[in-house]
């Protein structure tokens, strides 16, 4: 089992940029992919980006495709997910999720751990 802390959300103008960051412990953190999903009010959890357990392999859902980077510091334990041009539509909680295996994954079942998540809020 792994244990995930997120932490870098909070209020943004449109226009901007925030970063999350989520920190790791427990399972050795380079034998598995990472994940951000999010999730605004009313609305399913969606998967945003995807990164392979070495770092090489980055996914990103289309609707943050070229705004957004994730991120991988294996000697730190960590994974980022830089965001720029934020939009309203970015609003929702951020969660940091590990991957069953070490190739990056879209749906939230091949995700075997989650954060607590960290809400974003961008204002128009």
């Known amino acids: 089992q792994v244990q995930l802390v997120e932490s870098g959300g909070g209020l943004v103008q449109a226009g901007g940029s925030l970063r999350l960051s989520c920190a790791a412990s427990g399972r050795t953190f380079s034998n598995y992919a990472m994940g951000w999903f999010r999730q605004a009010p009313g609305k399913e959890r969606e998967f945003v980006a995807g990164?392979?357990?070495?770092?090489?392999?980055?996914i990103y859902a289309d609707s943050v495709k070229g705004r957004f980077t994730i991120s991988r510091d294996n000697a730190k334990n960590t994974v980022g997910l830089l965001m720029s041009s934020l939009k309203p539509e970015d609003t929702a909680t951020y969660y940091c999720a590990a991957a069953r295996t070490g190739w990056s994954r879209t749906s939230e079942g091949d995700y075997a751990s989650w954060g607590q998540g960290t809400q974003v809020t961008v204002s128009s």
């Open positions: 990164i392979s357990w070495g770092g090489r392999t980055t």
